[in-house]
């Protein structure tokens, strides 16, 4: 009997130990360990952040989905990572620290044959001075953070309706963030609902965007044929800001933030200051904060780990300068190069260099969007590494299933606005995800199955999503048809 | 997290961005949010993500 154990239940770990066990039967043992005791539908965050979803809306509580699939559920986070055992036991194994309300701070060690790193990303605040909820900008990173913006965007509304001005900033914390989607849903969101309150001529909003150029996202843009032309997202992103009346600010690194006020190099090296009235700055990300120990006990982060805290997987991590980037270099397997039953799925694994150009500013400062890692992509990782690991435990010798994001493509619905007859979002695709300029040498995709338009129909597929994923997330009957 | 008393004023418009960027036409934004198009668009969207989905999973 083998046991696997996935770190992490959100989009990517979900996914795979939900797969894990419908393939797997129960002969073997699946084991989630997540320091969180629900699932969170991220991409429906924004809603709530505006005020128009409840947390509870968004989330799905993991241990009754668990207890009837025959998942073990431990809510707990994982500290130590031992993939050689110890010096009286060769088996790896994790350590844990119990978060669920009483058992918090107790300490457990769960071996495993195979493990999913899926961990997610540690939401880094800390990168920038005065980031983040409980300091002076909100976030919608998780549902708590959401409703919190929530919170004071609703007093916003409430002064603006007694005749106050007010100043949104929305956008991204650091140089080096990735989430831009995010921030984009958030900023054209907001501005929506202030229509929707009447109150939109006393509002200013303004997006500051680590990103070279808006509709970025972090990979790079995207070409779109439409309108005669092959346009690159820019046009798009610019074009949905300036009908919305939103003002924005690219190429940012946000040095600090402090009450009503960020302070942000640009990519010239000019410092700036931007004051407002609520701020939604996402943060950078890194990893958890998961170290790894071989069987003497010596730290051996470097082997597994990349600095940035993220996992090594089976890409080419070689430095080299942005023209020699290929799309070979992205992982298939998201195996462990230095340990075969190791795996990492969505964001935990560490991208072997960014998708978009890097800049620094003359400063050294980076400001540069980072690759996404998030949604459709994530799902169909973990997805792909529960295959290989149900296969390896059956007798295939190497993982079996490959989801290269120069591979697969995605799709992804950007709500600009939710109401069933005057809401709109945008729909895109995008194939493959990471551009290939060897096999599409112009544009870096296939623009036939590359393309975005905006329309109510968006927002519709958007409510669909919504539930859809929810009703995968909760394993109703036929989850596994939906596909990631 | 009040930075009305001594905020600096954005730029006037023709100074800023937006001046400079592309912007829909009255028919471009009817058209989103016209219920009989958007049908339309609905079921050709919905069949042009599950071809990307389609061959996305034929990847691996």
Redesign the interface.
């Known amino acids: 009997m083998a046991q696997v154990v996935v770190l992490g239940a959100g989009v990517s770990g979900h996914t795979a130990a939900l797969f894990l066990r419908r393939w797997l039967g129960q002969d073997h043992q699946v084991v989630v360990i997540s320091p969180n005791s629900n699932y969170n539908w991220i991409p429906s965050n924004i809603w709530v952040g505006v005020g128009l979803l409840r947390p509870e809306q968004v989330m799905v509580p993991l241990a009754p989905i668990y207890r009837r699939a025959g998942i073990e559920f431990k809510q707990a986070k994982a500290v130590g990572l031992h993939p050689e055992g110890n010096q009286r036991a060769p088996r790896p194994y994790v350590d844990i620290e119990w978060t669920l309300p009483g058992k918090v701070g107790e300490k457990e060690r769960v071996a495993y044959d195979f493990l999913i790193n899926a961990t997610g990303p540690k939401l880094n605040f800390e990168a920038t001075p005065g980031l983040g909820p409980g300091r002076s900008s909100l976030s919608v990173c998780t549902a708590a953070h959401a409703a919190e913006a929530a919170g004071v965007f609703k007093e916003m509304v409430e002064r603006m309706k007694r005749g106050e001005r007010k100043r949104f900033v929305i956008g991204t914390g650091h140089g080096t963030c990735t989430c831009q989607g995010a921030a984009f849903e958030y900023v054209v969101n907001l501005e929506f609902e202030l229509r929707v309150h009447g109150v939109r001529d006393r509002a200013e909003i303004v997006y500051l965007s680590n990103e070279y150029e808006l509709g970025d996202f972090g990979m790079g843009g995207l070409h779109i044929r439409r309108g005669g032309y092959i346009t690159p997202s820019k046009i798009f992103a610019e074009s949905l800001f300036a009908e919305r009346g939103i003002d924005w600010i690219t190429r940012a690194h946000v040095k600090s933030v402090e009450a009503g006020r960020a302070q942000y190099e640009t990519l010239a090296g000019e410092d700036r200051e931007v004051a407002f009235d609520m701020a939604m700055l996402l943060p950078p990300f890194s990893g958890v904060g998961l170290h790894a120990f071989n069987r003497q006990g010596s730290d051996i982060d470097a082997t597994v780990l990349m600095p940035n805290g993220f996992m090594r997987v089976d890409a080419d991590y070689q430095k080299k300068p942005y023209e020699e980037w290929r799309a070979r270099d992205w992982p298939c397997y998201y195996q462990s190069p230095a340990y075969s039953n190791i795996f990492a799925a969505g964001i935990a694994f560490a991208p072997p260099h960014a998708v978009s150009q890097p800049h620094s500013s003359p400063n050294g400062i980076m400001i540069s969007a980072a690759p996404p890692r998030t949604g459709m992509p994530s799902a169909m990782i973990g997805k792909a590494v529960a295959r290989s690991i149900v296969d390896m435990i059956h007798g295939s010798e190497r993982p079996t299933h490959t989801a290269s994001m120069a591979e697969i493509g995605a799709a992804c619905v950007a709500s600009a606005g939710a109401n069933p007859f005057t809401g709109t979002a945008a729909s895109m695709t995008v194939f493959p995800i990471v551009p290939d300029f060897e096999r599409y040498p112009e544009y870096g995709r296939d623009l036939d199955y590359t393309f975005g338009e905006i329309g109510l129909a968006g927002h519709w597929i958007k409510i669909i999503l919504h539930h859809l994923f929810l009703y995968k997330a909760r394993m109703r009957p036929g989850w596994w048809l939906i596909p990631e | 997290?009040?930075?009305?008393q001594?905020?600096?004023p954005?730029p006037q418009a023709q100074l800023?961005?937006?001046?400079y960027?592309?912007?829909?036409t009255r028919t471009t934004?009817f058209?989103?949010?016209f219920?009989p198009?958007?049908?339309v668009?609905?079921v050709w969207?919905?069949l042009?993500?599950?071809?990307?989905?389609r061959?996305?999973?034929q990847?691996?």
């Open positions: 997290m009040d930075g009305t001594d905020r600096s954005l800023r961005e937006a001046f960027a592309t912007k829909p934004v058209l989103r949010t219920l198009w958007q049908i668009r609905f969207i919905n042009k993500m599950l071809v990307i989905i061959r996305s999973h990847t691996h």
